[in-house]
Structures are given as structure tokens and as C-alpha cells.
């Protein structure tokens, strides 16, 4: 149960960490924060939204904590973890925001403490922009929160790891293991940024802007994309991102003969399947 | 010169005829529509943004036409022209709104009467519902307007058609040729539709949505398609568009290579690129 005197702490005072700042101390918590840059503490505590800041692993803040958000990529979040878990009270649950699972989860829980409990959490929320001063509330409110439950994992700690996807303010919470979820993020987050990148530089049209349309903006949106961040993500979840991807180009390869061969009933079946299903994910 | 009293004839209400018509009434021109289906021309009467209306072509309304928008699909544009151009009074100018040049206006500007002349227009607008009746001129506002002079053209009918896509309403008017025209159009409008259905069709996974965030939503937005409009659109354009389609496969191909021999440095060079290169596109 996550309630006002909870004490919680975001290590990583990030977009999303910042993001998670702000809506729990919307919603009446107690949420402090550790991040090494001066600049993001000192935003944050003149904004309000976090009651206490440090720029090192403070080990009183750290002491204190009893519901941990690592707001941090995910190589960091393993280091900092091995690094400084000697700090936590027994009983302090830790949750985190990383983007893959398989070789963070499973690395991290299999050298935690056994009296300190880590459920991951991947809220599917973001925005372009970096940085706590771009941290926002509002990006988790029509969006998906999705808890990776392991065998390491207390119902205790998985309904505490709910509930806090809920006082976020995502729209839906569901619940998938680290495989599922591997491969499902392989698919409708890490694929999409390959074929934005890959559309954005595969043309050398200087004037392209001038004869765009909509189409060309929303698919290359995420073409904008952090270099640090998304190739390590890539990386770490190679396998079925690469499935994901062999996947994609043989229907596109598909298409390409159904055009080629000029086969318009084919087409339009397709189209018409495209429609519908594209119809399940209207809100 | 376009003004008040111009008798502009709209042949096709729907979604962009439509949108036409409501742009150039508000403009305070005179409107006119033909229209197969009798519901758009009773729609559109009754709203009061086209002064008269036919189901049939009309010979008194077309004669009387200065300036004709054939609001037509490509293949219906030339039949059309072909049947009835014979009704045209001398010097009336007309231009199309089709996806595809090469194949529709090279082939009419070749059958079309010498005396009437046709200025290939290419309005970078839509939605993905049909008909009259989610018409709006809300589509223009931001839009880019291509005009696709050939040697068929005079001066002045260009100029007309370039003061058409100011008065309804576009923020950009471009020229360009009809290979040009063809090429860019492959890459930014039909290229994208191609990705989007096939990333909405490669996976078979009946609960995406619950698990899917802004960016899957983003790319797949036009994944909801007019099978009979694109389907001939990707055909008529079959060669600049596979030749694209070919150099975005061939990029994937390549930051799939990147991803699996776990090349950071060529990724990071990639996506500063990719994310300098969307910056061109923000309005």
C-alpha cells in the first residue's frame, strides 16, 4: 500500500523520473530524489515537487526509502543497484522504468538482497525531449503501465507495483513476464524507431519538408531519437528485436510483389485486415 | 484570375472535392458540383457551399464551367475527360487533385481538346474517413500544393492553379514536374503507406493494444486505408515507388546489421543524423 507518509525515492531525476515526481507529488506523497547533475535537484526541489534532492547516494535518503524508483538506463540501473543496495532498509521495495527487461530483471534479482524485493515496471510513456525541466504528468494519462511479476516477486510487491500505475495516472495496467514483454516492446516501441530512423535517412532530398504531407510527419516523429539510450535498448534485446524486424520486412517484401505483379485483389484483402485491425487501437 | 463570379464546377464530392467546395464557397466563390451519388449532392445543397448541383454530367452546368476541379480517382479522372470534355466551353481550365501524375496527366493532355487546358494539382491533404460529409477545408491549412506544370501548359493556367491552392487555404505552393512529382509522392505519401499496413498486418498478436504506446499508434495511424483509391495509386506509380521502397529496406537492412554486430558508434552516427534531418520538419 502506497500512502502519504510513504517514502519514496526516484534515483535519476530524468524525463520519466521527473515525470514520476511530479504526479506523486500531485497525488499527496513524499518523494525525494538523488541525480547527479546539481542543476535537475536544484529545478526540482525550487518547483516543489520533490521534499528532499541529493547529488550522491546519500545514505540516510537511501536508508529511509521504502518504495525506490530506479529512474535510470538500464547498464546504470544494474551498477548502481550492485553498488549501492547495502544502503536500503530491510523490506524496501525497489521498481524501475527501463525499456528491456531481459538482462536487467534477471541479472539485478539474481544478486539482490533477499530481504529487498524488485518488481519491474515499464510505463510506456515518453517524450522526444530529455530532462527533468521536460518532465511532465501528463504524458501518463492515456497511456499503458506494464508490470514484469518473476519468480523473485511477492503478490505483495506485484499489487504495490500496480497501485503505483495507477497514482501515476495510466489509463490501463497489465502484467507480462520478461519474455513477453522482450518481445512485444521489440515490436510496437524498438521496431517503430528503426523504420522511423531508417525512412528519415534513406532519402538525401534536401526539400523533402516542402512536399510532405501528415503521413510522412507522424511516421517519422520518433526519428528524433536519443542516440545513448535507444542503442543500448537496441542491444540488450537484440534477439527478438531482430525477429521482430525479419518479420516486418517480409510482409513489406510481400506487399512490394503484390504491387509488382500488380495483384489487386490481394492488395485490397490486405488493406481491408489493415483497416480492421488498426480499428482495435482507436481510444 | 479567379474571383467571385468564376463558375467553378467540382466533378467528385467527396472527401476532397468536398473539402474544395466548402474552402472556395467560404472564399466567396461560386460553386458547382456533379456527383453520382444523389445523398453528397442533397448533403451539400442543404449545407448551403454549393449553389447548384447534378447526379448526371450536366451539359448546360459543364458548359457554363470557367473552372473545373475534377475531384476524381485517377483512372475515373481520364474516362471522364474523355467523354465528356466534348461539353466544355473554350478556354475553361481544369485540374485534378490525383495522387499520381505520370499515367493521368500526360495521357489526358494528350486526348484533351486543344482549346481547354488541364494543370495537374496535388493537394497534401486528407483524412482517413471518406466522402462529403467529413469534408472539411481544416485539411488545407497546414498543407503543402503541388503543381505539376508540363509543356501542355500556359503561364496563366499555372498561375491560376497557383492562386487555387492559396485561396483554399494551403500554407506552401510548390512546381514540380511530373517525374519529380511522382518520385517525392512515392516516397512521402506512398512509401508510408506501405510501412504502416504492413507493420499492422506482420503480427498476428490479438492484444497489441494494451501494450502499445504513442509511437505504434503514430505509425500506423494511415494503416487505416482506402484499399480501392491506394491500390491503384501504387500500381500506376509502380516504378519510382519500388525503387524507393528498395533504398528504405536497404537502410533497415543496414541498422539491422548495425544492431546485430552490436556497432555503437555507427548507430549513434545514425541517429544524430536521422535526428538533425526531422528537425527540417517541424513547423
Redesign the interface.
Known amino acids: 500500500m502506497i500512502h502519504k507518509n510513504t517514502h519514496i525515492l526516484i534515483v535519476g531525476l530524468g524525463l520519466i523520473g521527473g515525470s514520476y515526481a511530479r504526479a506523486l507529488h500531485k497525488a499527496g506523497c513524499h518523494v525525494e530524489a538523488i541525480d547527479q547533475n546539481p542543476d535537475s535537484i536544484g529545478y526540482a526541489l525550487h518547483e516543489g515537487f520533490i521534499k528532499a534532492g541529493s547529488t550522491r547516494p546519500d545514505p540516510e535518503m537511501i536508508g529511509q526509502a521504502q518504495l525506490v524508483i530506479l529512474g535510470l538506463y538500464p547498464k546504470v540501473e544494474i551498477e548502481w543497484v550492485r553498488q549501492y543496495q547495502h544502503l536500503f532498509a530491510p523490506g524496501t521495495l525497489l521498481t524501475d522504468v527501463s525499456g528491456v527487461k531481459g538482462g536487467v530483471l534477471d541479472v539485478i534479482q539474481n544478486f539482490l538482497r533477499p530481504d529487498l524485493e524488485l518488481v519491474g515496471c515499464h510505463p510506456?510513456?515518453?517524450r522526444e525531449v530529455y530532462g527533468v525541466r521536460n518532465s511532465t504528468d501528463a504524458i501518463f494519462g492515456a497511456?499503458?503501465f506494464?508490470v514484469v511479476p518473476t519468480d523473485h516477486n511477492t503478490e505483495e510487491g506485484i499489487q504495490t507495483a500496480i497501485e503505483l500505475g495507477a497514482l501515476l495516472g495510466f489509463s490501463?495496467v497489465?502484467r507480462?513476464t520478461i519474455a513477453q514483454h522482450d518481445e512485444?516492446?521489440g515490436?510496437?516501441?524498438q521496431?517503430?524507431?528503426?523504420?522511423?530512423?531508417?525512412?528519415?535517412?534513406?532519402?538525401e532530398?534536401e526539400n523533402?519538408?516542402?512536399?510532405?504531407?501528415?503521413?510522412?510527419?507522424?511516421?517519422?516523429?520518433?526519428?528524433?531519437?536519443?542516440?545513448?539510450m535507444?542503442?543500448e535498448l537496441?542491444?540488450m534485446n537484440?534477439a527478438p528485436?531482430?525477429a521482430?524486424?525479419d518479420?516486418?520486412?517480409?510482409?513489406?517484401?510481400k506487399?512490394?510483389q503484390m504491387?509488382?505483379q500488380?495483384d489487386?485483389d490481394g492488395?485490397?484483402e490486405?488493406?481491408?485486415?489493415?483497416?480492421a485491425?488498426?480499428?482495435?487501437?482507436d481510444r
Chains 1, 2 share one sequence.
Request: proline content about 0%; hydrophobic content about 50%.
Open positions: 510506456m510513456a515518453g497511456a499503458n506494464i490501463k497489465t507480462l512485444i516492446i515490436f510496437v516501441s521496431l517503430t524507431h528503426l523504420i522511423a530512423v531508417s525512412l528519415m535517412t534513406c532519402n532530398d523533402l519538408q516542402n512536399y510532405t504531407g501528415d503521413s510522412f510527419r507522424d511516421l517519422t516523429r520518433i526519428a528524433r531519437i536519443n542516440e545513448n535507444w542503442s537496441f542491444v537484440k528485436l531482430l521482430q524486424l518479420a516486418f520486412q517480409a510482409q513489406l517484401g506487399l512490394r504491387i509488382d500488380e489487386f492488395m485490397k490486405l488493406f481491408r485486415r489493415s483497416t485491425r488498426r480499428a482495435l487501437f
